[in-house]
């Protein structure tokens, strides 16, 4: 790991204005993805810039019924909310089917959001890689692509995106909010991650100084009737081989609403 | 005869169990609470003043020559102290060429790699360069920043094209490489049933928990070495002979391993590269290596292709059994994994052909993980055997039980001990496998069909020897000392119950020494050898005592008093029996006890053996499979300590269950790099795979033994890959004839 600066951030304006002013920053909150990266030299920010005390850690309900979660909200406390678990349970059981405990307890939705593939030669120094190294090639394709992608991949990359928590999102077609020092934005959990095509490198549409505010969940009410199933080579800590998050609504034998989102099959969820 | 077994649910005896009466009680280990409080010091948590840190840097080609090797940036890291490479490491002896047939021997060293000392590479993973710091984090941060480049040369890298140019094995010193009896081809194609098969087996790496680790510190040419390793005296004569020192000027020191499997056994780069750091610096040097160094330096088991061909008559007698195995090894090093051993013992058939094929290969040397030979063997003939039984439309356990030999089939040695059938009996009957419909398919619950199986556990037994030195004191405290090794098996405190009974003193007053190559010469612990290895000279030790013991209580009119009283009637601060020692004819005793143990031995054909059963679950749809019931029923001579014996039977069966359901290693066959080199990408089962494992034993003493110990760990792994294919075949009907047996295969 290379050395670094560490600051924490006391509000959120600090926070924007300090990536906005220099280089090679990142934002650290839980760090279960990212302090991997930096170990493995994938990652190498000058500066990280602890977040955590931020005050996006809330989950409240607006007026027209959408559900606001703050960024910060652990993945294990998001799974446990009752709001969540009533309303949209395939997010729950999404989250609890992901990770271990003690990974749930520190990672953050915002986190959860970004973290990268875990291809075993994104991760691999001596492996050719277009996402960590731009052009140098893909040695997944040909190579052990059991985990891989299937669906939005390209010549360049095939890597899967491994988040549970993220399919479900777009199953509830959540939306995603950003600020940076030039205003706040709103971008569709579905338009948030990019195919890879011949950038494999940038995976979301954030800007370098956009920071994940919060994610909101609009009213679905199909979404009181759903699940998430995740199929892998192991009881559990393991990433989907395939998974799938599943609304729907039957009336009189007849299926009046239905949703579906899949997951470990596609280069973005 | 009683099933005796030990749940889990019921406490472990304390300390203070009655005299006399320590062997056969669930003493809990006597580490167990230093060790959960975090008091036990691992390998790589001896600290000494000025230590440094070193990582590896590792070639990341199978087969070249290293043109050039840039240390600048490395060195440049802030605190980065030295950057060794065959450039300016220090020269030591070149270790000499591996052969196999000498595998126990001297060479204790994985590979024959003069590691530092060559420019030449042997596999995508050897260490090339060390970097030595003041803190790990400077180490870490420098190792990546070193630069490499290769000439390259052609490489064998992928086992499923390189099989082809396997060549017959000659055997080592335990195993030849060919067995025959009769015309066992002719008996095949005569026979009114038979199969006719192909069995496969990936490569497995150990990745027990404790990464392998080495502290060296020299004092003058004095080398004191922390290192995980389950060879503390090989290893201490290893690296004086490599480092032209005096072997009693090497001290090895081993107290505590967090697991070995056998991937602690050998010598690897890691323990001979941290001595050379050391040397070169001029301090302490810590070398603890990542998971990934772990995966990419130190050897895993080898993949296997195995012909098993079974010719019975209509009701079930054997009449031909053949084995035709391939293996392969490194070009630098490994050894013959003996894959037709339980061919060879298990079963009384007529005509039989069991043969080892090696292939060189350009990979990491392949090395023993727990049961090799035995844990790939017992998969493919335990299959076969099953397959059989339902083409003979017989029970499986009743075509193995008609097959049951009198005397070992290779060789015809009498059995000191085996109770097959019985553990096959006790075990179907507590484990109902009566309820089962033997059709394949024919049971489900919901979405799950269920199924049984069953196999042949199997471990052949090998004892080595011990010395060992007791001393009773006169405060009545007992003090054994041996260099044995604690890899989480509850060695010490099996060997202090077996001294206290035999001295016939409290438990709680006897103390062990071991793990320390300064302490009386203790066996390797591999094979499942240890526990009847050390008891044997220990009972020695303890016998002589007590006579030395008695006879001063004669004359000191003390007799019939507790055994202290007679020291200190006499004034006699301790009295001390050995067995073996550290003089010359210590060594010759030494060697004369071993040849004479292993010669009484080989009259009789010993081994631990059982019957594993389970019942799976596979899930209609997606072909996922859970395992939801286990029972191993064991003939493992009398045991010692219930509570660690039923530990190492339970955790035998996960290492079986990982290699069943999960565990391969992903060598990428265009390159030869090993990419399952963390645990996120190597699959060891998860405790949610593992199902209540209920694990029983006959508790029949094996009278060639010292105490009946058989002694076991591996035989809990044998026997359970094909108890779980044999029960996937019966949940579905699909037979899976390579391991692991993932979803994709069910579907």
């Known amino acids: ?269 | 005869m009683t099933t005796r077994t030990w749940t889990g649910s019921e406490p472990g005896a304390d300390a203070s169990v009655p005299v006399g009466r320590a062997v056969g009680q669930p003493v809990d280990r006597r580490d167990g609470h230093a060790k959960v409080t975090g008091a036990v010091r691992f390998s790589a948590e001896h600290h000494y003043p000025n230590l440094t840190y070193a990582k590896l840097v590792h070639a990341t080609v199978a087969r070249g020559t290293i043109t050039g090797i840039d240390t600048a940036a490395a060195a440049a890291v802030p605190g980065v102290v030295a950057v060794l490479t065959h450039l300016n490491a220090p020269r030591i002896k070149p270790p000499r060429k591996i052969n196999i047939v000498r595998n126990l021997g001297p060479d204790v060293s994985g590979t024959d790699v003069d590691y530092l000392n060559t420019d030449q590479v042997f596999w995508d993973g050897q260490p090339i360069a060390v970097v030595i710091a003041e803190t790990s984090a400077a180490a870490n941060e420098a190792a990546p920043l070193v630069e490499v480049t290769y000439d390259l040369l052609p490489a064998r890298v992928d086992f499923a094209v390189e099989q082809k140019n396997a060549t017959p094995a000659k055997g080592d010193l335990t195993f030849s490489g060919v067995k025959k009896k009769g015309d066992a081809e002719a008996a095949l194609a005569a026979a009114e049933v038979s199969v006719d098969l192909r069995y496969t087996t990936p490569g497995l790496q150990h990745n027990a928990i404790e990464p392998h680790a080495t502290v060296a510190v020299w004092d003058g040419d004095h080398l004191t070495v922390h290192d995980t390793t389950q060879s503390i005296h090989q290893t201490s004569h290893y690296l004086a002979w490599r480092f032209g020192v005096p072997a009693s000027h090497v001290r090895v020191r081993a107290e505590f391993l967090g697991g070995g499997f056998g991937g602690k056994f050998s010598v690897w780069p890691g323990t001979v590269i941290a001595a050379m750091a050391a040397k070169a610096v001029g301090r302490p040097v810590r070398l603890a290596l990542s998971r990934t160094a772990v995966n990419r330096a130190t050897g895993g088991r080898t993949a296997s292709t195995n012909r098993i061909a079974l010719g019975a008559t209509r009701d079930g007698r054997l009449t031909s059994l053949i084995q035709d195995s391939i293996t392969r090894t490194g070009s630098a090093g490994g050894l013959l994994e003996a894959t037709s051993s339980p061919a060879r013992h298990l079963y009384g058939a007529e005509n039989m052909l069991t043969r080892q094929n090696l292939v060189a290969m350009d990979l990491m040397p392949n090395t023993w993980l727990r049961a090799p030979g035995e844990a790939i063997g017992s998969f493919v003939l335990e299959s076969a055997m099953d397959e059989l039984a339902y083409e003979l439309s017989m029970d499986p356990i009743a075509l193995r039980l008609r097959n049951e030999p009198a005397t070992d089939p290779t060789g015809g040695k009498k059995f000191s001990q085996r109770m097959q059938c019985e553990a096959f009996d006790r075990g179907a009957e507590r484990f109902g496998w009566a309820d089962r419909d033997p059709e394949p398919r024919s049971m489900r619950d919901g979405e799950w069909l269920v199924g049984m199986g069953t196999a042949t556990a199997f471990h052949p037994v090998l004892r080595l020897v011990a010395d060992v030195k007791v001393r009773l004191s006169d405060d009545g405290s007992v003090l054994v000392q041996c260099g044995f090794h604690e890899m989480g098996m509850g060695a010490a405190t099996v060997q202090a119950q077996i001294a206290a009974d035999a001295l016939g003193i409290a438990y709680e007053k006897v103390h062990v020494e071991y793990g320390d190559s300064v302490l009386p010469t203790g066996p390797m612990a591999g094979n499942s050898n240890q526990t009847a290895t050390v008891a044997t000279s220990v009972l020695a030790a303890c016998a002589e005592l007590t006579r030395k013991v008695s006879a001063l209580a004669r004359r000191t009119g003390t007799s019939g008093q507790e055994p202290a009283a007679a020291l200190r009637a006499a004034g006699t601060p301790f009295l001390d029996a050995s067995v073996g020692s550290d003089t010359r004819l210590g060594a010759l005793g030494s060697q004369g006890r071993f040849l004479s143990t292993f010669l009484k031995d080989q009259r009789w054909s010993k081994a631990a053996r059982g019957a594993q059963f389970c019942e799976v679950r596979v899930n209609a749809d997606t072909g996922e499979l859970r395992i939801s019931r286990w029972l191993g029923m064991f003939d493992v001579g009398h045991i010692i300590n219930p509570k660690t014996a039923a530990s190492q039977l339970r955790g035998a069966v996960v290492t079986g269950i990982g290699m069943a359901l999960s565990e391969q290693s992903l060598i990428d066959p265009r390159n030869g790099r090993t990419m399952s080199a963390g645990l996120d990408s190597y699959y060891l089962p998860v405790h949610a795979d593992i199902p209540p494992i209920d694990v029983a034993w006959l508790d029949e003493p094996d009278k060639t033994m010292p105490l009946g110990i058989i002694g076991l760990g591996e035989v809990g792994t044998t026997g359970v890959a094909a108890a779980i294919a044999n029960a996937v075949y019966h949940a579905t009907g699909k037979r899976i004839r390579d391991l692991p047996i993932t979803l994709d295969k069910l579907l």
């Open chain 1, 1 to 269: 790991m290379k050395s670094f600066s560490y600051l924490s951030a006391p509000d959120t304006v600090t926070a924007l204005r300090t990536i906005a002013d220099s280089e090679n920053v990142k934002f650290l909150a839980g760090g279960t993805n990212l302090v991997d990266l930096m170990r493995e030299g994938i990652e190498e920010p000058a500066t990280l810039v602890d977040i955590t005390r931020l005050p996006l850690t809330g989950i409240e309900e607006l007026p027209d019924g959408t559900l606001r979660v703050g960024a910060l909200v652990s993945n294990s406390r998001l799974a446990a909310d009752p709001l969540i678990r009533t309303r949209y349970p395939v997010l729950a059981k999404a989250i609890l089917l992901g990770a271990s405990a003690q990974l749930r307890n520190m990672a953050t939705v915002g986190g959860n959001l970004l973290q990268r593939t875990r291809c075993m030669y994104f991760y691999d120094e001596a492996s050719a890689c277009n996402k960590r190294v731009p052009g140098s090639g893909c040695d997944a394709i040909g190579g052990f692509s059991r985990g891989s992608a299937v669906l939005g991949t390209s010549e360049h990359c095939i890597a899967a995106h491994p988040s549970d928590m993220a399919v479900a999102l777009v199953l509830l077609d959540a939306v995603v909010e950003v600020e940076s020092v030039r205003g706040i934005r709103r971008v569709p959990v579905a338009d948030f991650h990019r195919l890879p095509g011949d950038t494999p490198h940038i995976e979301t549409v954030l800007a370098p100084d956009e920071l994940i505010t919060a994610v909101e969940l609009p009213p679905v009410p199909v979404a009181a009737h759903s699940r998430y199933r995740k199929v892998r080579d192991r009881a559990s800590y393991a990433f989907a081989l395939v998974s799938v998050a599943a609304a729907l609504a039957v009336k009189d034998g007849v299926v009046t609403d239905i949703r579906l989102a899949l997951g470990g099959v596609a280069t973005k969820p």
